[in-house]
């Protein structure tokens, strides 16, 4: 069967046993505690970012587990919200590495719309307590969403910022796509290679070579 979009693609995975057996333990957990994303946000980054226009990757690890940042797209929170200091390093190096002023919101959705798929390898998580949903069954999801996109017939750009996401990008080994890899924009760890990276000029270079239109990483107020 060729998928031609990402609901054709989850409607797949959620016939497989170990989706509906993830599910149901979401589910469970959802009845007596309070989890996050939002049920209807969970699968944002794939309704934002059509599969047709998904031209760059940028692999998170886990939903964000404070009261209202979640929403389904990794690193993203809605505007109002207080912007993370990840985030807040993420704009930090795109006004270095573009000359773009950081956004007064973390709102990434227009990002998504151009075609930036913003993809947690966990798609939920417990109130205040980060990876408890680690071993649900996430992550062979996620594998099987980059499977797919390592074969896909457009070269992409997959960007893994720490450890977790350039062990999960292993998965990506075709040559057609660009890699690119940099330490995580925490604080812990922005200022041992993420700062001075320039993901974002080298992601659009790439699109360009490619003929593919660039992205334009300036957010909206």
């Not at 989850?10 to 939002?38: C, D, G, H, M």
């Not at 949903?133 to 074969?151: P, R, T, Y």
Request: with cysteine; charged share 25%.
């Amino acid at each position: 069967m060729k998928i031609t979009s990402w609901r054709e693609f989850i409607e797949n995975e959620a016939t497989k046993p170990y989706f509906k057996k993830l599910w149901q333990k979401v589910e469970r957990e959802r009845a007596s505690k309070e989890i996050f994303p939002a049920r209807e946000e969970i699968f944002s980054c794939f309704k934002k970012c059509p599969l047709e226009k998904t031209k760059v990757v940028i692999i998170g690890q886990d939903p964000y587990h404070g009261m209202g940042q979640a929403h389904g797209m990794s690193f993203s929170v809605k505007k109002g919200v207080r912007i993370p200091p990840s985030l807040q390093n993420i704009y930090k190096e795109l006004q270095s590495d573009l000359g773009i002023e950081p956004a007064d919101n973390g709102f990434l959705e227009s990002w998504a719309e151009q075609g930036v798929l913003l993809l947690n390898t966990s798609f939920s998580v417990e109130k205040g307590k980060p990876a408890s949903h680690a071993n649900f069954g996430w992550m062979e999801f996620s594998e099987h969403v980059l499977d797919f996109l390592n074969n896909y017939e457009r070269p992409l750009v997959f960007i893994l910022w720490g450890a977790h996401a350039q062990k999960v990008g292993t998965r990506i080994t075709n040559p057609k796509h660009l890699k690119l890899e940099s330490a995580h924009p925490s604080p812990f760890s922005a200022r041992r290679g993420f700062f001075g990276s320039k993901p974002f000029s080298k992601a659009n270079e790439f699109l360009q070579k490619n003929k593919i239109q660039e992205i334009d990483w300036k957010i909206p107020k």
